[in-house]
């Protein structure tokens, strides 16, 4: 579960940073009082526009970021005093993920898994089972650099499960990949929810909104402008689908 | 947990070969390589020289006595053949156009010169651009002069020691060793901190900025792994890396010495010998291995800055003139290892080397040069870790 109140966010503006965004303040806001709930068992969806602060707010509840003020709890665990603790719980995914070229697949794995502290019983055990799952068994031995962008995507997805967590936080997990290797995406997304794992994910595409969540929060320039189930969200729109209703929401 | 990630980067760094190129390959080749070439090219060039037939212009009325005593030259002071000109500046434009090689002008009063017993001024003609012909006439002109000088006492009836009163005598009371260490011991601990400096920036780039760059940070930050944690592991690849590189440079200034014949003269080799001791290069590596953590403590905050590999490099570069600048105080005579040159970070090092080699390196002066470099070191791995933990930094 995540459990997310008043969470606010300010960074401060260098010099350059300054001149780029042609502002004299010394700070700008992210994120401004965001507030929900994202329960087990279930997808939540963070949808806004470019810049609305959804990878700030994703990674403020990764602990990547501390925030200015608010509060996070993850799995039980208050992520903003116990950080650590927190992340043991999270499986952290984006679509921007890099990974090691110079390593192999396996030794990819291996790395994450000893950092999760996974015990060497439970660690074999998941690697056969997420090697079985996403078919990756062909090129484990065969380096990243010479991977294709789908094998890197299973290898991506495999890290991010290897310590079997609790809560599994995806931002923009398909941009910039084709719809082939998205799927992958999608259905590591299905079956986390069928697994009772707390899922969030941030994106734009209405159409993957759709097919994945239950619930939605619309964020627009750091704010909440929406925060339900989703079946309440198609039952009350006012457009007549779901992009119009949510570039209304963004606008209203 | 910090080893874990030491291992993984270590992989990582070993198979790059950009890293591997500084770190390895150009320190252990560069000594073989450029002494060898340094040996065999000087030792071709000497050889050439001595074996040179030079063509000796002389003119002068009085010319023939001196042709005789250049005829009557020792083997030993090289090949020659003489020419005799009729006139100076035909003899100058030879000398010019590389026809003849050494022009000696005997005066026309030289007659009156000898029989007044004055001075008589040999003018020697040379071009000074050829490598080894001035050389050659102050050979000549030591030989004739002194035969010369010979004959002048004799018909003066003077003894040559009642004119020498005094006779100088000077003694080096200073051990080879001691001499090695302050004409060449400047040289080992420029070279390591050059080589140290070198084998540090790659790692420092492509573990920081690189990581940056390619994306991987952001996944390693969601790892239950304290931030101090990851920092440790990283920085030990990059001090491993720059302990490397100067080892290697060690290696190949040994490998130079031992099988490449670079040192021919036996007495020096068992000098060389004498210093290379176990407790020598654990003294040194004593003192190399904080300026290295400092080296990587310099660089890590300015590869967290960087959002690019290239942004890095552009930064770092002009660090390393910075940096190893000091290093060439090991070169000039007269600066000592004393209280105040013990305090300057990277001098200090220089200096303790240098004393070390000599074996006259104080265990105070030691104390204090490995503390300074030890404070350096701790404030510069608090600067990095404050940098590392700055969120707005860390992240592109």
Known sequence: MIKVSHLRKEFELSRQQKKELNTTANKALAVDDLSFECQPGKVFSLLGPNGAGKTTTLRMLSTILSPTSGSIEIAGIDAVKYPQEARSKIGFLTGSTGLYARLTPLEIIDYFAALYQVPTKEKEERKKYLFDLLNMNDFLQKRIGKLSTGMKQKVSICRTMIHNPEVVIFDEPTSGLDVITAENIIKLIRDCKDQGKTVIFSSHIMSEVDLLCDDLAIVHKGQLKYNGQMSDFRQNMEASNLTEEFIRIVQR | MIFTIFKKELIDTLRDKRTMRTMLLIPLLVFPITLTLFVNVSSSFEKKASEEKLKIGVWGDLGAKYWNQLEQMPAGLGKKELENFEDSSALKRAIEQGEIQLGLIV???????????????????????????????????????????????????????????????????????????????????????????????????????????????????????????????????????????????????????????????????DIVHGILTPSFIIAMFSLLFPLVVFFAGAMIPIAVYAKSFKEAQSIITPLNFVMVLPAMIGFFPGIELNAMTAAIPVVNIVLSTKELISGTLSVGYYCISLGIMLLLATLSVIVSYRQFGNEARILN
């Open chain 2, 107 to 269: 005066p026309k009063n030289e007659a009156e010169l000898t029989r007044t017993k004055q001075s008589i001024p040999l003018t020697w003609l040379f071009d000074a651009s050829s490598v080894g012909r001035q050389q050659r006439a102050e050979s000549y002109m030591n030989f004739m002069s002194n035969k010369a000088e010979a004959i002048r006492l004799k018909e003066l009836g003077v003894d040559v020691e009642k004119i020498h009163p005094l006779v100088p005598v000077y003694q080096n009371c200073a051990s080879d060793k001691k001499m090695i260490g302050q004409l060449a011991g400047g040289f080992l601990p420029y070279i390591f901190i050059a080589f140290g400096f070198i084998g540090c920036m790659y790692p420092a780039i492509d573990l920081f900025t690189g990581e940056k760059e390619r994306g991987t940070i952001e996944t390693l930050l969601t790892t239950p792994v304290s931030r101090w944690q990851i920092l440790v592991g990283k920085m030990m690849v990059v001090v491993t890396s720059g302990m490397l590189a100067a080892s290697c440079a060690l290696l190949g200034l040994f490998v130079s010495i031992e099988f490449l014949d670079i040192v021919q003269n036996k007495e020096i080799l």
